[in-house]
C-alpha cells in the first residue's frame, strides 16, 4: 500500500508538465481545449501543433488568455509558440475548422510547462529515498556519493529521456500524417481508376450504338444524328 | 489511512492540473492513441456541471461518465459507466491507433447543459526512469514495424498503379478493336461496304 501511495505520488507530480492528445475536428466545427496554469510555478508555456490527417492539412490556431489572443496562426499545416506566462489563468488552445465544409481534421498538439530553470518536471530522489528506508542519504554518503550530485545525475537522465520521448513524438505524428496522405493517394488511385474504366467501356458502347442508329432509317437517334 | 489519504491526494493533484475542455450533453468527444501493443493506458478524468446561477461549474456527483475505447480493429475493447471522477485503464493487445471515446450519459439533465471534463491520458507508465527506457524501446520497435507497413503501402499503390495503368491501355486497345469488328460485321450485314 505504501509503495502504490508513492508511485501515485510521483505519478501526481510526472503529470505536472506535459500532456499530448490526438483530436479529431469535425468540419466546421471550433473546439477550445483550457488549461490551468499556475504562474508560481510554471514560467513558460510550450504549445506545438501538428495536423495528422484531412484534406489539405490545415487548420486555424489560436492560443489565449481570457479575451487577449496570446498566437495566433491561419491555415497551417504545423506550428509551435512558447510563451511567457505573467499571469496565473485558465490558458486556452482552440483549433478552428469551420472554413472547411466537409473534411474532418485530426490534430495532434503537445503541451509543455516549464518552470524557472527550464526544466518539465523535478524529480524528488530524496523524498523517494527517504520513504522505505531513513538511513538512506547515509549509506550514499558512506560510499562518497553526495545526494546533490546523485540528484543532479538523476535530474540529468530524466531530462534527456524526456527529450527522445518529446522527438519520439514527433516522429510518431510525422509518419502518421505521410501514412494519411498515402491513404488517401491509394484510395484516390483505386477509384479513379475504376471510373476510367467504367467511362471507357461505356463510352464505346454508346459510339456503337449511335453509328449503327446512323445507318438505322427507322431509329429516332439516327433521324436526328441525319439531321 | 494516511496512505489512502495520499491515495486520493495524489489522483485528485493529477486531474485538477490537467487539460478541461466542454462538451454538451449528448455529445462525443473523441481522443486517438497511437500506441504499441502490451502497453498500459490510463485515464484520469472528472465533470463538473455548470450551474446558471452562480455561472461557474461545480461537481455534480450523480453524473456518470462513458468511456469507450475501440482498438485498431474498430473492435470495441473497453466500455463502462464510471461515475463523475475517477479513473479508467486498458492495455493494448495490438499496436495502432486507439480512439478513446468520452459521454456523459446524463439525459435527465435539462436541456443544452454544458459539461466540462478534466481529462490527462498518460500512455505507458512514466514513474521510474527504468520504465521509461523500457517505453522508449517499445515505441522505437513498434516505429520500426510501421516503418514496414508504410512502406509494404507504398509498394502496393505504386504496383497498383502500374497495373491498372497497363489494364486500361489493353481495355482501350480491346474496345478499339471489338468497335471495328462489330461495325464491319454491321456494314457487312447493310450491305453499305
Redesign the interface.
Given at each position: 500500500?505504501?509503495f502504490?501511495?508513492v508511485?501515485?505520488?510521483?505519478?501526481?507530480i510526472?503529470?505536472?508538465g506535459e500532456?499530448d492528445?490526438?483530436?479529431?475536428v469535425p468540419a466546421g466545427k471550433f473546439?477550445?481545449?483550457?488549461?490551468?496554469v499556475d504562474n508560481t510555478k510554471y514560467k513558460t508555456l510550450e504549445i506545438d501543433y501538428q495536423v495528422v490527417d484531412g484534406g489539405d492539412l490545415n487548420i486555424n490556431f489560436m492560443l489565449m488568455l481570457g479575451a487577449n489572443v496570446l498566437a495566433q496562426e491561419a491555415m497551417k499545416t504545423d506550428g509551435s509558440h512558447k510563451v511567457e506566462l505573467k499571469e496565473s489563468g485558465d490558458y486556452q488552445v482552440c483549433f478552428d475548422n469551420s472554413f472547411s465544409y466537409q473534411t474532418r481534421k485530426?490534430v495532434f498538439f503537445e503541451?509543455f510547462l516549464f518552470d524557472e530553470k527550464g526544466q518539465l518536471d523535478e524529480l524528488d530522489i530524496a523524498r523517494l529515498g527517504a520513504q522505505p528506508d531513513g538511513g538512506f542519504v547515509k549509506k550514499m554518503e558512506e560510499l562518497g556519493i553526495s545526494i546533490e550530485s546523485f540528484h543532479a545525475s538523476?535530474q540529468r537522465?530524466?531530462n534527456e529521456?524526456n527529450k527522445?520521448?518529446y522527438h519520439?513524438s514527433l516522429?510518431?505524428a510525422h509518419?502518421?500524417r505521410?501514412?494519411a496522405i498515402?491513404?488517401a493517394?491509394?484510395d484516390r488511385?483505386?477509384l479513379w481508376?475504376i471510373i476510367?474504366?467504367v467511362v471507357?467501356?461505356g463510352v464505346?458502347l454508346i459510339?456503337?450504338w449511335m453509328?449503327?442508329s446512323l445507318?438505322e432509317s427507322n431509329s429516332k437517334m439516327g433521324k436526328m444524328l441525319r439531321n | 489511512m494516511m496512505?489512502?489519504g495520499?491515495?486520493i491526494?495524489?489522483?485528485l493533484?493529477?486531474v485538477?492540473?490537467?487539460?478541461?475542455?466542454?462538451i454538451a450533453e449528448t455529445e462525443r468527444k473523441?481522443?486517438?492513441?497511437?500506441i504499441p501493443d502490451e502497453t498500459m493506458v490510463i485515464g484520469?478524468y472528472k465533470v463538473q456541471l455548470h450551474d446558471p446561477n452562480t455561472n461557474g461549474y461545480a461537481d455534480y456527483p450523480s453524473i456518470g461518465m462513458h468511456v469507450e475505447v475501440k482498438d485498431p480493429e474498430e473492435k470495441v475493447i473497453l466500455s463502462k459507466l464510471y461515475l463523475s471522477e475517477g479513473r479508467f485503464t486498458f492495455t493494448s493487445h495490438t499496436p495502432g491507433?486507439h480512439t478513446i471515446c468520452l459521454y456523459s450519459n446524463s439525459s435527465s439533465w435539462f436541456a443544452g447543459a454544458q459539461l466540462r471534463i478534466h481529462l490527462?491520458?498518460?500512455a505507458g507508465e512514466?514513474?521510474?526512469?527504468y520504465v521509461?527506457?523500457d517505453?522508449?524501446q517499445k515505441?522505437?520497435n513498434y516505429?520500426r514495424y510501421?516503418?514496414e507497413r508504410?512502406r509494404q503501402?507504398?509498394e502496393?499503390?505504386n504496383q497498383?498503379?502500374l497495373w491498372?495503368s497497363i489494364?486500361?491501355t489493353l481495355?482501350?486497345v480491346c474496345?478499339?478493336a471489338?468497335?471495328m469488328r462489330?461495325?464491319k460485321g454491321?456494314?457487312e450485314a447493310?450491305k453499305?461496304v
Open positions: 500500500m505504501r502504490i501511495s508511485l501515485l505520488l510521483t505519478l501526481g510526472a503529470f505536472a500532456y492528445f490526438t483530436i479529431e473546439q477550445c481545449y483550457f488549461q490551468t485530426v503541451m538523476a537522465i530524466k529521456l527522445v520521448e519520439q516522429m510518431r509518419e502518421a505521410d501514412r498515402m491513404g493517394n491509394l488511385v483505386t481508376s476510367h474504366t471507357l467501356i464505346a459510339q456503337v453509328i449503327r445507318f | 496512505t489512502r495520499l491515495v491526494v495524489a489522483s493533484l493529477a485538477t492540473h490537467a487539460l478541461y475542455f466542454h473523441c481522443f486517438i492513441e497511437e484520469n491507433e490527462d491520458i498518460q512514466h514513474t521510474q526512469d521509461q527506457v517505453q522508449i515505441e522505437q516505429q510501421r516503418e508504410f503501402t507504398s502496393s499503390t497498383r498503379v491498372w489494364g486500361q481495355v482501350l474496345t478499339g471489338w468497335q462489330h461495325l454491321f456494314f447493310k453499305l
